[in-house]
């Protein structure tokens, strides 16, 4: 059930929700509301809780987007999380010298690559953050008019086999770590290659400054209704990703932001660091440095019966895996207490069209483990549910700027203060058509993303019913293996 259902339901059964000093209120019928609807609600409390809030301060605080057509070529500002990944890059930083971005490689069988390319020209005339630039002076820009796009093609068919691979892989080594630069169009590389049996090998390079992980989704979801359809016209959304950006800004003397800042600045002092594993190298001593991706899965029975465990529990899936991941953590952490770096998709809806917009709408929070007292499992994840949801209902100031603040505080200089990250989309196969977007490329070969400093990045998603997991790690920090 995702967002929208919930609250149609909610309102057949006349349940009324409210917030009070930041908490969900829920007043129901007696025998009106169902286990399942209990559960969903617990799902999504924090959209629940973020949209009352919004909804009851004055339009002042919140408001409505006002598109602006006639500005749209226009300079506009990065938003915090962007101008770090665009900061990052440069190799002053600590683990810097890396785009963020993600790198896909699909297989699939007798796929039409012309209709493809023009299906994928579709969406850059569409979608105008595809056609964005950064400036000398740290502002984006959309891009009136750009080239036609075509998808680059290598034939390897009639090759050796060991002659294909290599050079498979060396198209994979140059574009899983490329870094397009962010001055120049396009922020994509999409390349094909033919091998034998009608097989095609389509390599993806996307630059996260364009879209986050709801926006890549979007883009996929398209690209497929555009190239199976090719006559098909789709409405155009009535918002850009520079208003939104533009209309926030608004915000910032809000109820809202201030609140979230009273909370965030008045704890910052009292965070713990980030854990302290046990490094072959420091970062700091890094020259070059790659990384690595580390995946598995859990089949779909196995994964249903874990998230109906946590369900019982009171707990999300996504914070099933983030206590796992923590009690990872604390094993070869010096400090059981420690602070995780944990990226949030944030779209206040500011306009009905909102969650058709393709922009990197990215935020980070930071969440405090204190895995220093003995308890079980479930108690631990509960605590630190708790602890997420009274944070998130402070999310009106960007992680960046926590980041930013804390590293003042400590006088860290250019290091990366929290480096170890907890990257969750669970709940976008609601967000748009689940797994259909991605399967007319075929099957997922190899992915791997990069973002700078950051050390490891554990990933969580679904895919037909299984979960997915990743560790992205910066190779040459990590030993193989940990002796104890």
């Known amino acids: 059930m995702n967002r929208n259902e919930l609250l149609k339901q909610l309102e057949q059964r006349e349940i009324k929700l409210s917030v009070k000093n930041e908490r969900l209120i829920i007043e129901a019928p007696k025998g009106v509301l169902s286990s399942e609807l209990r559960n969903s609600l617990v799902e999504h409390k924090l959209d629940i809780i973020r949209l009352l809030s919004q909804t009851e301060i004055n339009t002042d605080s919140l408001p409505a987007i006002e598109p602006d057509s006639s500005k749209k070529y226009e300079p506009f500002p990065l938003t915090d999380i962007q101008q770090a990944h665009w900061l990052g890059r440069s190799e002053v930083f600590e683990l810097g010298n890396v785009a963020n971005h993600h790198y896909l490689e699909f297989e699939a069988t007798n796929l039409d690559l012309s209709r493809l390319s023009t299906a994928w020209q579709k969406l850059i005339d569409r979608h105008e953050m595809m056609r964005a630039v950064v400036l000398p002076t740290g502002e984006q820009k959309v891009l009136e008019k750009v080239p036609p796009y075509e998808i680059s093609i290598l034939d390897l068919r009639g090759l050796k086999n060991i002659e294909v691979k290599a050079q498979l892989q060396a198209i994979r080594e140059q574009l899983s770590h490329q870094m397009l630069p962010p001055q120049e169009w396009p922020w994509f590389n999409i390349r094909a290659t033919y091998l034998d049996e009608g097989r095609v090998r389509i390599h993806i390079n996307l630059d996260l400054l364009m879209a986050d992980a709801g926006s890549i989704r979007i883009l996929f979801e398209e690209w497929n209704q555009f190239y199976h359809n090719p006559q098909i016209c789709l409405p155009l959304p009535q918002i850009s990703f520079r208003d939104y950006v533009i209309n926030k800004q608004g915000l910032q003397d809000s109820e809202l932001v201030k609140r979230s800042q009273n909370y965030w600045l008045s704890r910052l002092d009292d965070l713990p660091p980030a854990p ?31 998230k109906q465990r946590g369900k019982n529990a009171g707990l999300t899936p996504s914070m099933v895996l983030l206590a796992a991941f923590a009690e990872v953590l604390r094993l070869w952490s010096k400090n059981p207490r420690f602070t995780l770096n944990l990226t949030v998709l944030e779209r206040l809806p500011l306009h009905p069209e909102i969650d058709r917009v393709v922009g990197d709408f990215t935020n980070t929070t930071l969440l405090a483990v204190d895995n220093s007292r003995q308890a079980t499992f479930t108690s631990r994840a509960q605590k630190l549910q708790q602890q997420l949801l009274q944070d998130l209902e402070h999310l009106h100031v960007s ?81 193989r293996r940990f002796d104890r």
Not at 422 to 440: H, I, R
């Open 276 to 306: 302290e594993l046990p490094l072959i190298y420091f970062p700091s001593e890094l020259k070059d440095y790659r990384f690595k991706r580390y995946a598995a899965q859990l089949e779909p029975n196995i994964w249903q019966q874990l």
């Open 399 to 479: 992680g960046v700027e926590l980041l930013r603040e804390l590293a003042r505080r400590q006088k860290t200089g250019l290091t990366a203060v929290m480096p170890i990250v907890f990257s969750s989309v669970l709940g976008l196969n609601s967000f748009t058509k689940g797994d259909l977007e991605f399967n007319f490329l075929g099957e997922v070969i190899y992915g791997i993303s990069q973002t700078p400093q950051v050390l490891l990045d554990h990933q969580v998603t679904e895919q037909k019913g299984a979960l997915i997991f990743n560790w992205d790690v910066v190779e040459e920090t990590l030993p």
